[in-house]
């Protein structure tokens, strides 16, 4: 055949040499005139690599923080409190948003200190492109007629009390009325204890402050003239 086409010329001389009529050919070896051999066209690689692209990373929303205003009746004793947002959420095709109503549950402990914090993470806005942020509420005691933390429970009497003596009903944070007897001078600036009557400790709920009564003496506009007499001689 190669005679017929190529006028008796093997075309595969250049390469191989005259070795069409030897005897014991290698044919392992018919393709060693190429550089590499046959097996180097299977090791070269013509594709272009292009760096891998590294996939944007979604950044997490500032929290958003809200006060929550929490009567010192509802830190005493502990409650749960319910509060209602509304946030954008994600459709299930990822491709839009709806507007969602949600209620988060609170549990106020006994003894929670003004400034507490209590997060829900991730109830924020949500959109494709973001993270949704954190809820954070922070607990701040509401204004109250009687009692205030860290603080004391101030009670008035008169000047005759606090000179004389007397017996005071102190209200604590479960209605209950305690009557404290006072035999000596109360002066001005006097703070007295009632032991374990104030809030809960945080750490140890079962164990209570102590409620401080601070007394506020109410003074005569004017003495009649016998009780002043009295007065000049009592020794000091």
Known sequence: MF???FNG????DTFFGQRNGEEGVDIDD????????????TNMNFSRSRPAQKPTQK?????VTHDLRVSLEEIYRSCTKKMKISHTWLNPSRKSIHNEDKI????????WKEGTKITF?????QTSNNIPADIVFVFKDKPHSVFKRDGSDVIRISLWEALCGCTVNVLTMDNRTIPVVFKDVIRLGVQQKVPREAHPLPKVPKKH???IIEFEVIFLG???????TILEQVPL
């Open 209 to 211: 402050g102590d409620l």
């Open 121 to 125: 993470p991730k109830e924020g806005d």
């Open 59 to 63: 950044k997490q929303d500032p929290p």
């Open 30 to 41: 018919l393709f060693s005139g190429f550089p590499m051999g046959m097996g180097g066209f």
């Open 3 to 5: 005679a017929e086409f």
């Open 9 to 12: 010329q093997n075309p595969f």
């Open 222 to 228: 004017r003495i009649p003239q016998m009780s002043r």
């Open 104 to 111: 988060l549950n609170m549990e106020v402990m006994q003894g």
